[in-house]
């Protein structure tokens, strides 16, 4: 079982930067894929960003060039920078952790981010 904890979310105005941090209760050097994801009301659930174990990265095309992932092993935390804010970035974002060797994914329980417009 994996625990994921969630911080760093709150209001912004558009433009602005904010960061998002995801502590793991295990090694995430372990952890063959670490993501964020994001909802909004009425929306289904959408790909952000993820990092593997061995540092690739991968980005949505919405927020390609302004958000960037990254990752502590020493600190077993996520992160995600983000850069440029805009008011379509609104969103509860979640961090996700994919483990291959049990099959399995686990779900932070997300923080609100809010840029105004």
């Known amino acids: 079982q994996v625990q994921l904890v969630e911080s760093g979310g709150g209001l912004v105005q558009a433009g602005e930067s904010l960061k998002l941090s995801c502590a793991a209760s295990t090694t995430i050097a372990s952890i063959n894929a670490m993501s964020w994801y994001r909802q909004t009301p009425g929306k289904q659930r959408e790909f952000v960003a993820t990092i593997s174990s061995g540092g690739v990265t991968n980005y949505a095309a919405s927020v390609k060039g302004r958000f960037t992932i990254s990752k502590d092993n020493t600190k077993n935390t996520l992160y995600l920078e983000m850069d440029s804010l805009k008011h379509e970035d609104t969103a509860v974002y979640f961090c996700?952790?994919?483990?291959?060797?049990?099959?399995?994914?686990?779900w932070g329980q997300g923080t609100q981010v809010t840029v105004s417009s």
């Open positions: 996700n952790a994919f483990l291959i060797v049990t099959r399995d994914e686990y």
